[in-house]
Protein backbone atom coordinates (compact mmCIF):
# COMPACT_ATOMS: atom_id res chain seq x y z
CA UNK A 1 0.00 0.00 0.00
CA UNK A 2 1.26 3.45 -0.99
CA UNK A 3 -0.70 6.58 -0.01
CA UNK A 4 0.42 10.20 -0.13
CA UNK A 5 1.26 12.78 2.76
CA UNK A 6 -1.41 13.40 4.74
CA UNK A 7 -3.03 16.97 5.39
CA UNK A 8 -1.81 17.96 9.02
CA UNK A 9 -1.65 21.04 11.16
CA UNK A 10 1.40 21.03 13.30
CA UNK A 11 1.97 23.06 16.38
CA UNK A 12 4.06 22.47 19.42
CA UNK A 13 4.14 25.01 22.06
CA UNK A 14 6.96 24.10 24.29
CA UNK A 15 9.63 25.78 24.95
CA UNK A 16 12.83 23.22 25.45
CA UNK A 17 15.89 24.53 27.61
CA UNK A 18 18.58 22.36 26.63
CA UNK A 19 22.31 21.97 28.28
CA UNK A 20 24.12 22.41 31.70
CA UNK A 21 22.78 24.97 34.19
CA UNK A 22 19.16 25.26 32.28
CA UNK A 23 17.21 24.36 35.86
CA UNK A 24 18.38 28.02 37.12
CA UNK A 25 16.21 29.56 34.40
CA UNK A 26 12.86 28.64 35.99
CA UNK A 27 13.52 31.79 37.75
CA UNK A 28 12.75 33.65 34.19
CA UNK A 29 10.50 31.06 32.72
CA UNK A 30 7.67 31.19 35.45
CA UNK A 31 6.15 34.28 36.89
CA UNK A 32 7.08 35.53 40.31
CA UNK A 33 3.58 35.39 41.52
CA UNK A 34 3.20 31.95 40.45
CA UNK A 35 1.76 29.56 43.31
CA UNK A 36 3.72 26.45 42.11
CA UNK A 37 2.45 22.52 43.20
CA UNK A 38 6.26 21.06 42.69
CA UNK A 39 5.58 17.27 41.83
CA UNK A 40 8.19 14.49 41.88
CA UNK A 41 8.74 10.91 42.70
CA UNK A 42 10.24 9.22 45.14
CA UNK A 43 12.43 11.58 46.44
CA UNK A 44 15.72 10.89 44.32
CA UNK A 45 16.04 14.51 43.25
CA UNK A 46 16.90 15.13 46.95
CA UNK A 47 19.84 12.73 46.68
CA UNK A 48 21.53 13.88 43.57
CA UNK A 49 21.12 18.04 44.28
CA UNK A 50 18.59 18.33 41.58
CA UNK A 51 15.96 19.33 44.27
CA UNK A 52 18.23 22.01 45.74
CA UNK A 53 18.44 23.60 43.00
CA UNK A 54 14.62 23.35 41.92
CA UNK A 55 14.52 25.31 44.67
CA UNK A 56 16.89 28.29 44.50
CA UNK A 57 15.93 28.99 41.48
CA UNK A 58 11.95 28.96 42.37
CA UNK A 59 13.44 31.69 44.99
CA UNK A 60 10.42 33.01 47.17
CA UNK A 61 7.42 32.41 45.21
CA UNK A 62 4.92 30.17 46.68
CA UNK A 63 5.50 26.46 46.50
CA UNK A 64 3.98 23.39 47.73
CA UNK A 65 5.57 19.74 47.04
CA UNK A 66 4.23 16.54 46.86
CA UNK A 67 6.53 13.62 46.67
CA UNK A 68 5.46 10.31 45.57
CA UNK A 69 4.02 9.75 42.17
CA UNK A 70 5.19 6.07 41.09
CA UNK A 71 6.54 4.83 38.16
CA UNK A 72 2.85 4.29 35.94
CA UNK A 73 1.42 6.98 37.70
CA UNK A 74 -1.64 5.85 40.17
CA UNK A 75 -4.97 7.79 39.89
CA UNK A 76 -5.89 7.75 43.28
CA UNK A 77 -2.71 8.96 44.37
CA UNK A 78 -2.83 11.74 41.37
CA UNK A 79 -6.12 12.81 43.18
CA UNK A 80 -3.94 13.24 46.58
CA UNK A 81 -1.67 15.99 44.41
CA UNK A 82 -5.04 17.53 43.15
CA UNK A 83 -6.76 17.80 46.42
CA UNK A 84 -3.22 19.41 47.76
CA UNK A 85 -2.92 22.12 44.86
CA UNK A 86 -6.97 22.86 45.64
CA UNK A 87 -6.33 23.73 49.20
CA UNK A 88 -3.14 25.64 48.17
CA UNK A 89 -4.70 27.87 45.00
CA UNK A 90 -2.00 26.56 42.61
CA UNK A 91 -1.65 28.00 39.58
CA UNK A 92 1.40 26.19 37.76
CA UNK A 93 2.35 22.64 37.87
CA UNK A 94 6.14 22.16 37.90
CA UNK A 95 6.78 18.48 37.35
CA UNK A 96 10.60 17.11 38.53
CA UNK A 97 11.28 13.98 37.35
CA UNK A 98 10.68 11.35 34.60
CA UNK A 99 7.81 10.71 32.11
CA UNK A 100 5.81 9.31 35.14
CA UNK A 101 5.75 12.18 37.16
CA UNK A 102 5.35 14.40 33.65
CA UNK A 103 2.54 12.44 33.33
CA UNK A 104 0.65 12.21 35.90
CA UNK A 105 1.62 15.89 36.26
CA UNK A 106 -0.66 16.55 33.39
CA UNK A 107 -3.88 14.68 35.11
CA UNK A 108 -3.42 17.13 38.17
CA UNK A 109 -3.19 20.20 35.67
CA UNK A 110 -6.48 19.41 34.23
CA UNK A 111 -8.40 17.53 36.93
CA UNK A 112 -7.70 20.81 39.55
CA UNK A 113 -10.59 22.80 38.07
CA UNK A 114 -12.61 20.06 36.51
CA UNK A 115 -15.93 19.85 37.91
CA UNK A 116 -16.88 15.69 37.16
CA UNK A 117 -14.89 12.50 37.61
CA UNK A 118 -11.68 13.35 36.90
CA UNK A 119 -11.18 9.70 36.10
CA UNK A 120 -13.42 10.05 32.87
CA UNK A 121 -10.23 12.19 31.61
CA UNK A 122 -8.36 9.04 30.73
CA UNK A 123 -11.43 6.67 30.91
CA UNK A 124 -13.12 9.17 28.22
CA UNK A 125 -10.17 10.30 26.75
CA UNK A 126 -11.02 13.45 27.00
CA UNK A 127 -9.33 15.73 24.04
CA UNK A 128 -11.77 18.45 24.45
CA UNK A 129 -10.35 19.19 27.98
CA UNK A 130 -11.94 22.72 29.00
CA UNK A 131 -8.95 23.79 31.14
CA UNK A 132 -5.71 23.08 32.36
CA UNK A 133 -3.61 24.75 34.58
CA UNK A 134 -0.47 25.75 32.62
CA UNK A 135 3.08 23.09 33.07
CA UNK A 136 6.62 24.13 33.70
CA UNK A 137 9.24 20.56 33.85
CA UNK A 138 11.87 20.05 34.58
CA UNK A 139 13.13 16.30 32.92
CA UNK A 140 15.63 13.99 34.63
CA UNK A 141 15.05 10.67 32.73
CA UNK A 142 14.85 10.73 28.85
CA UNK A 143 12.31 8.05 28.03
CA UNK A 144 8.55 9.27 27.16
CA UNK A 145 8.70 12.74 25.37
CA UNK A 146 5.99 13.87 27.63
CA UNK A 147 8.14 16.71 27.77
CA UNK A 148 6.92 17.92 24.42
CA UNK A 149 3.90 16.39 23.70
CA UNK A 150 0.32 16.54 25.23
CA UNK A 151 -0.09 12.85 25.70
CA UNK A 152 0.15 10.89 29.09
CA UNK A 153 -0.83 7.61 30.58
CA UNK A 154 -2.34 7.09 33.53
CA UNK A 155 -2.88 4.00 35.75
CA UNK A 156 -5.05 2.88 38.50
CA UNK A 157 -4.00 -0.34 39.88
CA UNK A 158 -7.55 -0.44 42.31
CA UNK A 159 -9.34 -1.25 38.91
CA UNK A 160 -6.12 -2.85 37.17
CA UNK A 161 -6.36 -0.13 34.17
CA UNK A 162 -4.05 2.03 32.61
CA UNK A 163 -4.95 4.39 29.94
CA UNK A 164 -3.52 7.24 27.39
CA UNK A 165 -5.45 10.77 27.21
CA UNK A 166 -4.20 13.73 24.36
CA UNK A 167 -5.18 17.30 24.61
CA UNK A 168 -3.74 20.37 23.18
CA UNK A 169 -4.09 22.15 26.96
CA UNK A 170 -1.17 20.08 28.77
CA UNK A 171 1.49 20.18 26.56
CA UNK A 172 3.96 21.85 29.17
CA UNK A 173 4.71 25.69 28.44
CA UNK A 174 8.21 25.03 28.86
CA UNK A 175 10.66 22.02 29.59
CA UNK A 176 14.18 22.10 30.53
CA UNK A 177 16.33 19.17 29.63
CA UNK A 178 19.57 19.16 31.70
CA UNK A 179 21.60 15.87 30.48
CA UNK A 180 23.34 15.99 33.75
CA UNK A 181 20.55 15.93 35.42
CA UNK A 182 20.10 11.99 34.48
CA UNK A 183 23.94 11.19 35.06
CA UNK A 184 22.85 9.38 38.42
CA UNK A 185 19.99 6.66 37.10
CA UNK A 186 20.05 3.64 37.70
CA UNK A 187 21.00 1.50 34.35
CA UNK A 188 17.34 0.12 34.03
CA UNK A 189 16.04 3.00 34.03
CA UNK A 190 18.43 4.62 31.45
CA UNK A 191 17.60 1.12 29.43
CA UNK A 192 13.99 1.45 29.26
CA UNK A 193 14.17 5.04 28.29
CA UNK A 194 16.23 3.81 25.32
CA UNK A 195 13.80 0.71 24.11
CA UNK A 196 10.66 3.42 24.77
CA UNK A 197 12.10 6.03 23.21
CA UNK A 198 12.87 3.25 20.33
CA UNK A 199 9.31 2.20 19.62
CA UNK A 200 7.73 5.65 19.91
CA UNK A 201 9.74 5.37 16.48
CA UNK A 202 8.70 2.59 15.32
CA UNK A 203 4.93 3.27 15.92
CA UNK A 204 5.05 6.37 13.89
CA UNK A 205 7.49 4.80 10.94
CA UNK A 206 6.87 1.03 10.34
CA UNK A 207 3.00 1.23 8.52
CA UNK A 208 3.24 2.11 5.02
CA UNK A 209 5.05 4.27 2.84
CA UNK A 210 3.42 7.79 2.76
CA UNK A 211 5.63 9.74 0.53
CA UNK A 212 6.95 11.78 3.58
CA UNK A 213 10.85 11.54 3.11
CA UNK A 214 11.47 14.33 5.53
CA UNK A 215 9.47 12.35 8.18
CA UNK A 216 11.40 8.92 7.44
CA UNK A 217 14.40 9.87 7.27
CA UNK A 218 14.08 11.94 10.64
CA UNK A 219 12.79 8.92 12.36
CA UNK A 220 15.39 6.64 11.05
CA UNK A 221 17.83 9.17 12.24
CA UNK A 222 16.54 8.87 15.74
CA UNK A 223 16.60 4.98 15.47
CA UNK A 224 20.22 4.84 14.38
CA UNK A 225 21.10 7.34 17.18
CA UNK A 226 19.32 5.09 19.98
CA UNK A 227 21.48 1.88 18.29
CA UNK A 228 24.54 4.09 18.74
CA UNK A 229 24.56 6.00 21.81
CA UNK A 230 22.60 3.87 23.57
CA UNK A 231 25.25 1.44 24.63
CA UNK A 232 27.40 4.20 25.02
CA UNK A 233 25.39 5.83 27.10
CA UNK A 234 24.77 2.88 29.13
CA UNK A 235 28.37 1.83 29.44
CA UNK A 236 29.81 5.12 31.01
CA UNK A 237 26.64 7.60 32.68
CA UNK A 238 29.09 10.40 32.89
CA UNK A 239 29.78 10.91 29.07
CA UNK A 240 28.01 14.32 28.72
CA UNK A 241 27.82 13.86 24.77
CA UNK A 242 26.17 10.57 24.15
CA UNK A 243 23.60 11.59 27.25
CA UNK A 244 23.13 14.70 25.48
CA UNK A 245 21.81 12.80 22.54
CA UNK A 246 19.64 10.41 23.80
CA UNK A 247 18.14 12.88 26.00
CA UNK A 248 17.57 15.08 22.81
CA UNK A 249 16.55 11.97 20.71
CA UNK A 250 13.99 10.88 23.35
CA UNK A 251 12.37 14.15 23.19
CA UNK A 252 12.50 14.03 19.07
CA UNK A 253 10.68 10.78 19.38
CA UNK A 254 7.53 11.51 20.62
CA UNK A 255 7.15 15.85 20.40
CA UNK A 256 5.07 15.56 16.85
CA UNK A 257 7.56 15.74 14.48
CA UNK A 258 8.24 12.92 12.67
CA UNK A 259 4.58 11.64 13.39
CA UNK A 260 2.76 14.72 11.00
CA UNK A 261 1.37 13.87 7.95
CA UNK A 262 1.92 9.76 8.16
CA UNK A 263 -0.27 6.69 9.06
CA UNK A 264 0.44 5.03 12.88
CA UNK A 265 0.50 1.86 14.43
CA UNK A 266 0.40 2.14 18.36
CA UNK A 267 -0.96 -1.53 18.60
CA UNK A 268 2.16 -2.46 20.66
CA UNK A 269 1.31 0.39 23.23
CA UNK A 270 -2.21 -1.03 23.70
CA UNK A 271 -0.95 -4.34 24.43
CA UNK A 272 1.68 -3.15 26.04
CA UNK A 273 -0.06 -1.34 28.83
CA UNK A 274 -2.46 -4.17 29.30
CA UNK A 275 1.17 -6.31 30.39
CA UNK A 276 1.34 -3.06 32.89
CA UNK A 277 -1.70 -3.04 34.01
CA UNK A 278 -2.30 -6.82 35.22
CA UNK A 279 1.35 -7.67 35.95
CA UNK A 280 3.09 -4.49 36.88
CA UNK A 281 6.04 -4.85 34.13
CA UNK A 282 7.91 -2.09 33.24
CA UNK A 283 6.41 -0.55 30.47
CA UNK A 284 9.63 -0.80 27.88
CA UNK A 285 9.63 -3.95 28.34
CA UNK A 286 6.03 -4.74 27.51
CA UNK A 287 6.88 -3.03 24.31
CA UNK A 288 9.87 -5.55 24.13
CA UNK A 289 8.20 -8.24 24.72
CA UNK A 290 5.09 -7.03 22.17
CA UNK A 291 7.05 -5.78 19.30
CA UNK A 292 8.93 -8.34 17.43
CA UNK A 293 5.97 -10.50 17.76
CA UNK A 294 3.58 -7.97 16.44
CA UNK A 295 5.91 -7.37 13.13
CA UNK A 296 5.93 -11.04 12.22
CA UNK A 297 2.07 -11.08 12.34
CA UNK A 298 2.17 -8.09 10.61
CA UNK A 299 5.15 -8.49 8.17
CA UNK A 300 2.41 -8.22 4.99
CA UNK A 301 0.87 -5.37 5.47
CA UNK A 302 4.15 -3.91 6.74
CA UNK A 303 6.04 -5.63 3.99
CA UNK A 304 7.54 -1.98 2.23
CA UNK A 305 8.05 -0.33 5.54
CA UNK A 306 10.09 -3.17 7.18
CA UNK A 307 12.18 -3.51 3.69
CA UNK A 308 12.79 0.29 3.84
CA UNK A 309 13.81 -0.30 7.89
CA UNK A 310 15.78 -3.09 7.31
CA UNK A 311 17.79 -1.22 4.50
CA UNK A 312 18.39 2.24 6.02
CA UNK A 313 17.66 1.50 10.07
CA UNK A 314 20.08 -1.74 10.07
CA UNK A 315 21.94 -1.83 6.67
CA UNK A 316 20.25 -5.17 5.51
CA UNK A 317 20.55 -5.06 1.75
CA UNK A 318 21.44 -8.57 0.73
CA UNK A 319 19.17 -11.54 0.21
CA UNK A 320 15.85 -12.87 -0.16
CA UNK A 321 12.81 -10.44 0.60
CA UNK A 322 11.42 -12.29 3.44
CA UNK A 323 14.92 -13.00 4.58
CA UNK A 324 15.56 -9.45 5.21
CA UNK A 325 12.81 -8.81 7.16
CA UNK A 326 13.31 -11.78 9.42
CA UNK A 327 16.63 -10.34 10.12
CA UNK A 328 15.46 -6.84 10.59
CA UNK A 329 13.20 -8.15 13.54
CA UNK A 330 15.25 -10.02 14.77
CA UNK A 331 17.86 -7.13 14.77
CA UNK A 332 15.10 -5.36 16.69
CA UNK A 333 14.48 -8.21 19.34
CA UNK A 334 18.44 -7.99 19.75
CA UNK A 335 18.30 -4.42 20.24
CA UNK A 336 16.45 -4.72 23.29
CA UNK A 337 18.17 -7.86 24.60
CA UNK A 338 21.72 -5.87 24.31
CA UNK A 339 20.25 -2.65 26.28
CA UNK A 340 19.22 -5.47 28.73
CA UNK A 341 15.72 -5.82 28.38
CA UNK A 342 14.02 -9.44 27.73
CA UNK A 343 11.56 -10.08 25.10
CA UNK A 344 9.60 -12.53 26.09
CA UNK A 345 6.54 -13.37 28.27
CA UNK A 346 8.48 -15.85 30.16
CA UNK A 347 11.09 -13.93 31.04
CA UNK A 348 8.73 -12.25 33.38
CA UNK A 349 7.45 -14.88 34.54
CA UNK A 350 4.09 -14.65 33.03
CA UNK A 351 2.41 -17.38 31.47
CA UNK A 352 0.59 -17.48 28.07
CA UNK A 353 -2.87 -18.08 29.39
CA UNK A 354 -2.04 -13.65 29.32
CA UNK A 355 -2.83 -13.43 26.33
CA UNK A 356 -6.73 -14.37 26.08
CA UNK A 357 -6.93 -11.91 29.12
CA UNK A 358 -5.01 -9.01 27.44
CA UNK A 359 -7.37 -9.83 24.50
CA UNK A 360 -10.41 -9.82 26.37
CA UNK A 361 -9.87 -6.30 28.24
CA UNK A 362 -9.15 -4.83 24.84
CA UNK A 363 -12.61 -6.16 23.16
CA UNK A 364 -14.53 -4.88 26.57
CA UNK A 365 -13.21 -1.69 26.07
CA UNK A 366 -13.83 -1.56 22.37
CA UNK A 367 -10.23 -1.76 21.03
CA UNK A 368 -11.28 -4.08 18.22
CA UNK A 369 -9.23 -2.84 15.05
CA UNK A 370 -6.20 -2.11 16.53
CA UNK A 371 -2.83 -0.64 13.98
CA UNK A 372 -2.52 1.92 10.67
CA UNK A 373 -4.85 -0.80 9.30
CA UNK A 374 -7.79 -1.22 12.14
CA UNK A 375 -6.74 -5.17 10.92
CA UNK A 376 -5.01 -6.35 14.77
CA UNK A 377 -8.67 -7.92 16.49
CA UNK A 378 -8.58 -9.17 20.03
CA UNK A 379 -7.70 -12.36 17.85
CA UNK A 380 -4.82 -11.40 16.87
CA UNK A 381 -3.62 -9.79 19.98
CA UNK A 382 -3.86 -12.99 21.46
CA UNK A 383 -1.76 -14.71 18.87
CA UNK A 384 0.96 -11.54 19.21
CA UNK A 385 1.32 -12.89 22.85
CA UNK A 386 1.46 -16.45 22.72
CA UNK A 387 4.26 -16.21 19.99
CA UNK A 388 5.91 -13.77 22.51
CA UNK A 389 5.74 -16.03 25.13
Known sequence: MLGDMENFTFH????????????????????????????????????????????????????????????????????????LGRKAKVTWILPVGGGSVLDGAKLVAAAIDYKGDPWDIPAKRMSDLPHALPIGAVLTLPATGSESNGAAVISRRATKEKLPFISPHVYPRFSILDPETTFSLPPRQIANGIGDAFCHVIEQYLTYPANAAVQDRFAESVMRTLIEVGPKTLANPTDYDARSNLVWAATCALNGWIGVGVPQ?????????????????DHACTLAIVLPSLLHMQRGPKRAKLLQYADRVWDLRD?????????????????????????????????????????????????????EHGDITPEKVEQILRTAA
Do not use: C
Open 265 to 281: DWATHMIGHELTALHEI
Open 12 to 83: NPTRILFGRGQIASLDKELPTEARVLLLAGGGSIKKNGVYDRVIKALGSRHVVEFFGVEANPDFDTLMKAVE
Open 319 to 371: GPEHERIDRAIAKTRGFYESIGIKTRLSDYKVGADTAAEVARRLKSRGMVELG
